[in-house]
């Protein structure tokens, strides 16, 4: 099962310039920043289109020092650039989350929404057990 719901782009794969995938993250309940999962390869036209809305993140970025997995089990890590957390997506995401609540499967981009600021964003949170 599939859902559609929205998350904030807090860093990339490939360059600012021709993102190739947007790494996605939600606010917990103490306002930090989570990571939730990462989306789809995006197409040629997408990312372009994504480009233009993203701006490389300022000093004290939420995610300054972390890793990022380049798959579930893999040891290696993803090469990134930071963006400051301020684009929030419309994503399609499998149901299936972690423990930590986080998205087990890749996250497919539907579109940028402009009309919506990162407050706006559901919180993560744990899934029950």
């Known amino acids: 099962m599939r859902e559609t719901t929205e998350a904030i782009v807090g860093a990339i794969t ?5 993102p190739s995938s947007l790494l996605l993250g939600r606010y917990d309940d103490h306002g930090r920043l989570q990571y939730t999962g990462r989306t789809t390869t995006l197409a040629q036209a997408v990312s372009s289109a994504v480009a233009g809305l993203l701006d490389l993140a300022r000093r004290g ?3 300054t020092g972390w890793s990022f997995s ?6 290696e890590t993803l090469d990134v650039t930071l ?11 499998d149901v299936a989350r972690d423990a930590s609540g986080r998205w087990r499967h890749p ?4 579109r940028a929404r402009l009309d919506l600021s990162p407050g706006d964003v559901p919180r993560m949170t744990a899934p029950p057990r």
């Not at 963006?83 to 995401?93: Q, W």
């Not at 996250?107 to 539907?110: E, G, K, P, S």
């Open 61 to 63: 970025h939420p995610w």
């Open 70 to 75: 380049a798959g579930w089990g893999s040891r």
């Open 14 to 18: 490939g360059s600012l310039a021709a």
């Open 107 to 110: 996250a497919r981009l539907h």
């Open 83 to 93: 963006v400051e957390p301020e684009l929030v997506v419309e994503v399609g995401v």
